[in-house]
């Protein structure tokens, strides 16, 4: 091989390369972050920072984020996500996610940034897979051991009652559910944490646009 060539190749490889960006224009893709060697690209964040601006995930309310918190977003849902493919645990039931793909698909479309034109449906259904994978992986198994029990149902009924005066046609069992999914937040912050302070994390500079 001539040694031009070969310098050519080379450059090719090791230069980041071009993606169709959101509204049509080129931008060089470059590395964000390394998870345990798996790579997030910057691409990675711009598509997040589009589905979720566009409150595209069912369940869920739209967000406006930077590339900095959506990059430390992505590597809190990979640590979760090398988790469960370490664990073996169970995949997403077809039929739920067809559900909740169409329902992604139906807020992107009706959404005001243009940012989401250029998403396909495959993306969209891979992205949307992958949320289902990590919030259950985040609230069944992280949170599985959480309980609360019926008497400090009761003493944060009577304690919110003593706080605002009044919590009319709120019950028991609805105090319960609140509670625990408080429980279950803290639990998975703290999981967070301590997934983060094992991972080997590297990240590359950004530059907010």
């Avoid at 050519?8 to 470059?30: D, R």
């Avoid at 396909?120 to 259950?136: N, Q």
């Avoid at 992986?137 to 009577?158: M, P, Q, T, W, Y």
Wanted: charged share 30%; with cysteine.
């Amino acid at each position: 091989m001539k040694p031009f060539v070969f310098v050519l190749l080379l450059a090719c490889l090791l230069l980041p390369y071009e993606v169709l960006g959101a509204e049509g224009f080129l931008y060089f893709e470059g590395t964000a972050a390394t998870v345990n060697k798996e790579v997030i690209f910057l691409s990675d964040l711009l598509f997040e920072q589009c589905l979720l601006r566009c409150g595209a995930l069912p369940e869920s309310m739209a967000e406006e984020l930077s590339l900095h918190e959506a990059r430390e977003r992505l590597i809190s849902e990979m640590l979760a996500l090398q988790e469960n493919e370490k664990l073996a645990l169970g995949q997403t039931d077809n039929v739920a996610l067809a559900e909740q793909v169409r329902e992604a698909e139906a807020k992107l479309a009706s959404c005001e940034s243009p940012c989401g034109r250029d998403i396909s449906g495959g993306w969209l259904a891979k992205w949307v897979e992958r949320k289902l994978v990590i919030r259950g992986f985040l609230h069944d198994r992280v949170g599985i051991f959480v309980d609360v029990s019926e008497e400090d149902a009761r003493k944060e009924l009577e304690r919110m009652v003593a706080h605002t005066g009044s919590v009319a046609g709120l019950s028991i069992d609805e105090v319960r559910r609140k509670v625990r999914e408080e429980k279950i937040a803290k639990e998975v912050r703290n999981w967070r944490m301590r997934a983060a302070s094992k991972a080997t994390i590297t990240l590359s500079p950004l530059e907010e646009k």
